[in-house]
T-cell receptor
Framework: GAGVSQTPSNKVTEKGKYVELRCDPI?????LYWYRQSLGQGPEFLIY????????DSGLPNDRFFAVRPEGSVSTLKIQRTERGDSAVYLC????????????FGPGTRLLVL | AQSVTQLDSQVPVFEEAPVELRCNYS??????LFWYVQYPNQGLQLLLK??????LVKGINGFEAEFNKSQTSFHVRKPSVHISDTAEYFC????????????FGAGTTVTVRA
């Protein structure tokens, strides 16, 4: 079946602009995660949804970052007033939701802030 | 949050030779442990995982790992590598049944040479 998809695959923006990154999880997966991967590092957790609600947003770096999942499926990560330090690959993953369940990752969105 | 250390950032290895990738994590009462692999130009995919039970777990493509609680380690190995095993490998951990977010190590790049 279809895996996790993310759009756009690449996004170039200017410092100070607003961006939205979209994630389509695997159908039936109740849990959805956002991670950020900087060059030469492992992914870092940002936020986790169980259904429509954010169950854990402890990884969001500041209030410029926000994510929603209004219908419990597609999720959008929103970044306001982008900074050059926000440049990274943003990864989305989904799972069946239980502890220890495998998280299936999308291909990522590569964000470059000029 | 858990801390994960991958002891080798780069591992060059000849084809048909064995390889071991080392991973240590900060101690906790209980943990779930994962290895993910990222092939060139592809997304992260699960290599293997340990939740409970036998400390020796088998994964895809001939990889296996051993959970060692006393040494807080989860090293993965393969007895004979192929060129196609060239990839980046990430160790990740969650703090058991109440924690869903993955904490990743920085990754180990394996380069298999003929």
């Amino acid at each position: 079946g279809a895996g996790v998809s993310q759009t756009p695959s690449n996004k170039v923006t200017e410092k100070g602009k607003y961006v939205e990154l979209r994630c389509d999880p695997i159908s039936g997966h109740t849990a959805l995660y956002w991670y950020r991967q900087s060059l030469g590092q492992g992914p870092e957790f940002l936020i986790y949804f169980q259904g429509t609600g954010a169950a854990d947003d402890s990884g969001l770096p500041n209030d410029r970052f926000f994510a929603v999942r209004p219908e419990g499926s597609v999720s959008t990560l929103k970044i306001q007033r982008t900074e050059r330090g926000d440049s990274a690959v943003y990864l989305c993953a989904s799972s069946l939701g239980g502890a220890g369940e495998t998280q299936y990752f999308g291909p990522g969105t590569r964000l470059l802030v000029l | 949050a858990q801390s994960v250390t991958q002891l080798d950032s780069q591992v060059p290895v000849f084809e048909e030779a064995p390889v071991e990738l080392r991973c240590n994590y900060s101690s906790s009462v209980s943990v779930y442990l994962f290895w993910y692999v990222q092939y060139p130009n592809q997304g992260l995919q699960l290599l293997l995982k340990y939740l409970s039970g036998s400390t020796l777990v088998k994964g895809i493509n001939g990889f296996e790992a051993e959970f060692n609680k006393s040494q807080t380690s989860f090293h993965v190995r393969k007895p004979s590598v192929h060129i196609s095993d060239t990839a980046e490998y990430f160790c990740a951990v969650t703090s058991g049944s109440n924690d869903y977010k993955l904490s990743f190590g920085a990754g180990t790049t394996v380069t298999v040479r003929a």
